[in-house]
């Protein structure tokens, strides 16, 4: 008996570990890469690298104003003009590709993001390197996966491997690299593709200390939980945390606005900002770049209680500036800085109020966690890092005390991300998917038809006979004026199928029918797809009203199925056409294929104040606004509640002849 081998190329899943191999590598060298850059960028800057936070105060003034601004100087253009992905913090980028762009990159991402973070951070910008790494990662995953012509889920899970890869490398802690990409990246703990991104992070972790050694990020201190009675004051940091990076995030996109709204050129923001950060940092060295000499400190308690105060504002003000004007990089390691000096307060006050207590460098390392549960609302994450940080096991009961009280309380206030913020902003709601937004906006009339219906009064046989020749699977029954009285179902009628003969005479519909389900005409097709998740329903009758139940007609969960796919569609080319640099101009109207055209149309005076589900325009138009460009701000993708304001442009697309009659009605051109 021969047993043939099936060959490993048509294997996919076996393909999928291979390329995550390749992608862990890749990873582990691009974290490696972009430290070197940093080092070099930051002796290029300063002509100091080594214990940065002491040396630095050796350089002269001159020099140290000069370095954040010739270094904003040099970026801006950089982004603007090669990759304007690489702006910002790198983390809501990758997600939003995998999001609307089937985790699709651009190839120069990578470069520009590595080349731009190492000359933000080494002339002095107060971001991290964390977030371009991961962003770089994400980049070289996304190339190898459209250079394979992987399928969508393939392609994401590679971007996936590479965000792993990244956080992995960068500190040492291969666990907490692929719960990141899957709590963060993915945001789905249940993802049937985590064997690759586990392989990728563990990879990515053995390449970079292969060529480092075994790098540790920080010098961190041993572990004491010196009574039980501190996780009173562990309670209080975990409080304390939550409403400081509720903090952090809101002045990050306070910054960000104030900075998109400034009409100055783009290319020049950063150069604003680095004036400001030269002057933060002249005052506070603390503040320049990711700040692990400043970490180390306050893990070993050198610091003054006023100045960790200190550092825990000024960084959150330097980070943002950083940030909201253009440069390049991330806002783990500035979290990780915040969450330490919060710890620090505590434990220092801690300390002095009870001298029993630990240090507050213990506080410090513990508030590391709990400020980036808090900011990235991935508490296991947070938790994860800190343990592979410690190698300690006596961290974890006051560490998961802390990051899972300072995440509710973040998420009580603010129920965004620092990451999500960003996607919000621009009109993505992660709270829901893709498919239950769209379901969420369509009304049921628009796929609704008369379907087959029975009178209450109607005999058994002839009920039978017709429903043996339909292809529906659900039956209102009616009664002389029209209104809802019950349903048959074809597995109800199957019971009484091969009795026909003898209860032929005997029963009528109104006998067999089961209480009416039915949805009202104000119904959406997401209320639909739950019906049929709940009662197995493959149609669902449609009434005027719940108190009259007057019949109109029904909606089939294939019809539902059949729109939700040509809706898919539509948005895809939609964002695919809108996204592309050489169609922001697109009044005259764009060709997307199929008879479908895509136009940017001034609002109409009678939208103003009011949102697509006031509007119904979908239902009206037969049309689809799938931007919303508002000036000063990040074009917005928008859902049923997004209000209109004066001054808004729309992006709607359809068939050519609906957009004229919509044209003609409201008086646009």
């Given amino acids: 008996?021969?047993?043939?081998?099936?060959?490993?190329?048509?294997?996919?899943?076996?393909?999928?570990?291979?390329?995550?191999?390749?992608?862990?590598?890749?990873?582990?060298?691009?974290?490696?890469?972009?430290?070197?850059?940093?080092?070099?960028?930051?002796?290029?800057?300063?002509?100091?690298?080594?214990?940065?936070?002491?040396?630095?105060?050796?350089?002269?003034?001159?020099?140290?104003?000069?370095?954040?601004?010739?270094?904003?100087?040099?970026?801006?253009?950089?982004?603007?003009?090669?990759?304007?992905?690489?702006?910002?913090?790198?983390?809501?980028?990758?997600?939003?590709?995998?999001?609307?762009?089937?985790?699709?990159?651009?190839?120069?991402?990578?470069?520009?993001?590595?080349?731009?973070?190492?000359?933000?951070?080494?002339?002095?910008?107060?971001?991290?390197?964390?977030?371009?790494?991961?962003?770089?990662?994400?980049?070289?995953?996304?190339?190898?996966?459209?250079?394979?012509?992987?399928?969508?889920?393939?392609?994401?899970?590679?971007?996936?491997?590479?965000?792993?890869?990244?956080?992995?490398?960068?500190?040492?802690?291969?666990?907490?690299?692929?719960?990141?990409?899957?709590?963060?990246?993915?945001?789905?703990?249940?993802?049937?593709?985590?064997?690759?991104?586990?392989?990728?992070?563990?990879?990515?972790?053995?390449?970079?200390?292969?060529?480092?050694?075994?790098?540790?990020?920080?010098?961190?201190?041993?572990?004491?939980?010196?009574?039980?009675?501190?996780?009173?004051?562990?309670?209080?940091?975990?409080?304390?945390?939550?409403?400081?990076?509720?903090?952090?995030?809101?002045?990050?996109?306070?910054?960000?606005?104030?900075?998109?709204?400034?009409?100055?050129?783009?290319?020049?923001?950063?150069?604003?900002?680095?004036?400001?950060?030269?002057?933060?940092?002249?005052?506070?060295?603390?503040?320049?770049?990711?700040?692990?000499?400043?970490?180390?400190?306050?893990?070993?308690?050198?610091?003054?209680?006023?100045?960790?105060?200190?550092?825990?504002?000024?960084?959150?003000?330097?980070?943002?500036?950083?940030?909201?004007?253009?440069?390049?990089?991330?806002?783990?390691?500035?979290?990780?800085?915040?969450?330490?000096?919060?710890?620090?307060?505590?434990?220092?006050?801690?300390?002095?109020?009870?001298?029993?207590?630990?240090t507050s460098g213990t506080y410090a390392l513990v508030g590391m966690g709990a400020v980036v549960a808090a900011t990235t609302q991935a508490p296991i994450t947070a938790i994860i890092i800190i343990f592979e940080l410690t190698q300690d096991y006596h961290i974890i009961p006051p560490l998961m005390f802390s990051c899972i009280i300072s995440t509710l309380v973040a998420s009580m206030v603010k129920s965004e991300s620092i990451y999500t913020q960003k996607l919000k902003l621009k009109g993505i709601r992660l709270t829901e998917g893709k498919e239950e937004s769209i379901l969420k906006e369509i009304g049921v009339e628009r796929v609704m038809r008369q379907g087959l219906v029975f009178p209450e009064n109607m005999p058994l046989r002839p009920i039978i006979d017709q429903v043996l020749t339909s292809t529906q699977n659900v039956f209102p029954m009616v009664n002389e004026e029209g209104l809802l009285r019950g349903t048959l179902t074809l597995g109800g009628l199957k019971t009484v199928f091969y009795k026909r003969d003898f209860l032929a005479d005997l029963v009528i519909a109104k006998d067999i029918a089961a209480p009416p389900v039915f949805l009202t005409r104000k119904g959406t097709l997401h209320n639909v797809m739950e019906i049929n998740s709940h009662r197995l329903m493959e149609e669902v009758p449609i009434v005027n009203n719940a108190r009259e139940k007057k019949y109109l007609g029904m909606v089939s969960v294939q019809d539902v199925i059949s729109l939700y796919n040509s809706e898919i569609k539509k948005r895809e080319l939609a964002l695919a056409v809108v996204t592309r640099k050489k169609y922001k101009d697109i009044t005259e109207g764009v060709s997307l294929g199929e008879g479908y055209r895509l136009t940017e149309l001034p609002l109409p005076k009678s939208f103003i104040g009011k949102s697509l589900k006031d509007l119904a325009f979908r239902n009206q138009y037969n049309l689809e606004i799938i931007l919303i460009k508002r000036k000063g701000r990040p074009d917005i993708i928008p859902d049923p509640d997004t209000p209109l304001n004066p001054g808004d442009r729309i992006v709607v697309v359809g068939v050519l002849d609906d957009i004229r009659t919509f044209q003609k009605a409201e008086q646009v051109s």
């Fill in 1 to 358: 008996m021969r047993i043939r081998l099936r060959s490993p190329l048509t294997n996919r899943h076996l393909n999928l570990i291979l390329l995550a191999l390749v992608v862990g590598v890749c990873s582990g060298l691009g974290a490696v890469a972009i430290r070197v850059m940093i080092k070099y960028g930051t002796l290029l800057f300063f002509g100091v690298y080594g214990n940065f936070l002491e040396s630095v105060t050796q350089v002269s003034v001159a020099r140290r104003l000069a370095a954040p601004m010739l270094g904003g100087l040099i970026v801006g253009p950089l982004i603007y003009y090669l990759a304007k992905e690489a702006k910002g913090h790198g983390v809501p980028e990758v997600m939003l590709a995998v999001l609307l762009r089937d985790g699709r990159i651009r190839k120069r991402v990578a470069f520009v993001k590595a080349l731009a973070s190492a000359i933000t951070i080494g002339s002095g910008g107060s971001v991290g390197r964390e977030g371009p790494i991961v962003q770089i990662g994400s980049s070289l995953g996304s190339t190898i996966a459209q250079r394979f012509n992987l399928e969508k889920r393939d392609t994401a899970t590679l971007v996936a491997c590479g965000a792993a890869g990244g956080i992995a490398a960068a500190f040492n802690a291969p666990i907490a690299g692929a719960l990141f990409a899957v709590e963060i990246i993915l945001g789905d703990f249940g993802v049937a593709a985590l064997s690759p991104i586990i392989i990728s992070s563990v990879i990515s972790t053995i390449v970079a200390r292969g060529l480092e050694g075994n790098l540790v990020a920080f010098s961190v201190p041993p572990y004491a939980l010196n009574t039980p009675w501190e996780l009173i004051p562990y309670t209080v940091l975990g409080a304390v945390a939550g409403l400081v990076a509720v903090l952090f995030i809101v002045v990050l996109y306070r910054m960000e606005h104030a900075y998109d709204n400034w009409r100055f050129p783009e290319y020049l923001k950063p150069f604003t900002g680095g004036v400001l950060v030269a002057i933060i940092c002249l005052v506070f060295p603390h503040m320049y770049g990711v700040g692990y000499d400043s970490i180390n400190g306050a893990l070993h308690s050198a610091w003054p209680l006023w100045v960790l105060v200190a550092m825990v504002f000024m960084k959150i003000m330097a980070t943002s500036i950083t940030l909201a004007s253009g440069g390049s990089g991330g806002v783990f390691a500035p979290s990780l800085f915040i969450g330490a000096s919060v710890g620090g307060v505590v434990g220092t006050v801690t300390h002095q109020l009870f001298p029993q207590a630990a």
